[in-house]
């Protein structure tokens, strides 16, 4: 096997281990039911990690994503509730979101400035700009969230009396990750992604365009956010300006816990979507539980993070010193 | 009486800005920033400058102290310009220190439990308090210099871990304090605020440990050209090491401020979102996030501008909530000026002139 694929094999290991885990010590943790629910519950988590994969691939970061999805939620809220057809305010949204990214990729690759500080400016202004919208929750009134969505859930296995249905928010889930490593392994903006990532002279000097590569990869990441906030609409059914604060720390932890390095050129948005879970599914075991407190979680992922990011280090030195 | 003494304020600014200018020294564009926000506020919130002498008492001794809402300013700000020393330093070596919001609720928390359970002395309390914060910036030192791990991400790790640690220390409990050393950290008067006192001495002395020996240029060789400093001799690793240590110190220091502030340790929002602000003051300062060269008291500068905007903004009856959008742009507006495209743009156009 190639070892370049370790990360990815180590990830899986440890999914394999936790769900494992999760199902010796409880019983029904590793139910149709649950695992549906870790897809469904971290489904905004991941289609934001898979924003956020492209933009880590290209050796960048975007910490804008979080107040991305805030604004996204309260403009639905506020639009929907105002008249507007929901499936129309999406459409609005995402053209927004697209051009968000797309205003800040143009920053960083046309005066080159750290991605760091643009999109922390553009952490703050999305922010601030959910906040003038509106400074409430508002909760979403309309048919298309109360039956619409509801109805879109596929009926897949009947226990007991119970139909287990896989949530349209899952759904989403899987059409953003499939999308994700089609775009990221079999198409010409794929390869230059991860070209760039690698090394972004040679790049630059084989040809690729190289600033409208960046430019795309953020507009996708601020498509992904605001696809993101429309997801969590479906399921918290409510607007809220001041929601998700860190969360962007949440999708790039489950990119790198995916295998995804940081200095660029490697990933894989399968392995993101494996972050995802192991985040995911710490919390539901720690839901489970019962007794533990929240803090453990956060040390467990920190302890997590060390490990991936360790063996990542020392591969990387075994592959550079052959 | 008055007049003349404004009259006399605003001469010695402009004096010092001019010198600043004509010296091509970094610190002028913070600087003018500042005085363009204050000049504003000059014409156009009358109350802003009013300053009020009161009597107090430190420790029983009688001290003037000074109210009004520019030593506000100076008192909010010094949270984050005593984060802004350490972290210039960490970017100035290439790096950044995402953990020290977290490494504060590591402090705070250690301060108040020892206090609060274990009845300790306050001056055990805050040592213990400091060396959590050193402990923590060897981690961050260790992760970064000897395993090589990119800044970023090695400080990510205690950044998502260190609030749970936190909180594993206060057990999950907001920790309420009453001793009358630990609450006058960041409450107690000199005159001025004890935490603009703490900064200013940290500045100084960190100034002075750095430029008056040769530690702040390998601080900047190193940041410069990590590769060429090593060959030349410098271990580079310690270098960086050393850097994260001080960072962590830092850090510890800001969250005792914060923590005796408000006489309680809040293990969830102390230093919460403040290593952003931290690293938007070094990066206003003039600092490049590519390393280098660095410049101390620019970054505290950067630290009152942000705190001068943000009560700026308070007292013209800006909602509190539309307030992250002139921060952004000020962001913004200061990557830009450090653009290599737009500093050419602006030669050009002035040779042209």
Known sequence: ?322 | MRIAGIIVFWLVALAFLYWTRRSRNVVFWPLLALACLLVFNLFFTPQFFRLELREGSFFGLPVAQLYGVPIDVLNHASKVGILAVGMTLVIAVGGIDLSVGAVMAIAGAMMATLSVQLELSPAVCILAALGAGIIAGMWNGFLVAVMGIPPMVATLILMVAGRGVAQLITDGQIIIFNNPILTSIGNAFLLVPVPFLLMLVLLIVTWLATRVTAVGFLIEAVGDNEVATHRAGVSSQSIKFLVYVFCGFCAAIAGLVQTSNIRSADANNIGLRLELDAIMSVVIGGTAMTGGRFYLASSVVGALLIQALTTTMYAKDVSPVVAPVPKALVILAVCLLQSERVRRFLASRRDAA
Not at chain 1, 5 to 30: E, K, Q, R
Request: hydrophobic residues 55%; positive net charge.
């Open chain 1, 1 to 322: 096997m190639n070892s370049r694929y370790l990360p990815l094999v180590i990830t899986a290991f440890v999914l394999a281990l936790l769900l494992g885990a999760g199902g010796f010590f409880f019983t029904n943790f590793i139910s149709f039911r649950v695992i549906i629910n870790l897809f469904g519950d971290n489904a905004f988590v991941g289609v934001t990690a898979v924003g956020m994969t492209f933009v880590i691939i290209s050796g960048g970061i975007d910490l804008s994503v979080a107040s991305v999805i805030a604004f996204t939620t309260i403009f639905i809220a506020q639009t929907v509730n105002n008249g507007m057809h929901p499936l129309v305010s999406m459409a609005l949204v995402l053209i927004l979101g697209l051009l968000f990214g797309a205003i800040q990729g143009w920053f960083i690759s046309y005066f080159n400035l750290p991605p760091f500080l643009v999109t922390l400016a553009g952490m703050f202004f999305a922010r601030g700009v959910g906040f003038i919208i509106n400074d409430i929750s508002v909760a979403i009134k309309h048919p298309f969230y109360s039956e619409t969505i509801r109805g879109l859930a596929i009926p897949v296995a009947q226990v007991g009396r119970a139909v287990v249905r896989i949530p349209f928010t899952a759904q989403c889930l899987i059409f953003f990750i499939l999308g994700g490593t089609l775009l990221a392994a079999y198409s010409r903006f794929g390869r230059n992604v991860y070209a760039i990532g690698s090394n972004e002279t040679s790049a630059r000097l084989m040809g690729v365009p190289v600033d409208q590569i960046k430019i795309w990869v953020y507009a996708l990441s601020g498509f992904c956010a605001t696809a993101a906030g429309c997801v969590v609409t479906f399921y918290m059914q409510s607007g809220n300006s001041s929601s998700f604060v860190g969360l962007e720390m949440d999708a790039i932890a489950a990119a790198v816990i995916g295998g995804t390095l940081l200095t660029g050129g490697v990933g894989w948005v399968a392995g993101t979507l494996m972050g995802v879970l192991i985040l995911g599914s710490i919390q539901s075991l720690i839901t489970f539980q019962g007794s533990l407190n929240n803090w453990w979680a956060k040390i467990f992922i920190g302890t997590l993070l060390f490990l991936f990011i360790s063996v990542q280090q020392l591969l990387n030195r075994r592959l550079k010193g052959r």
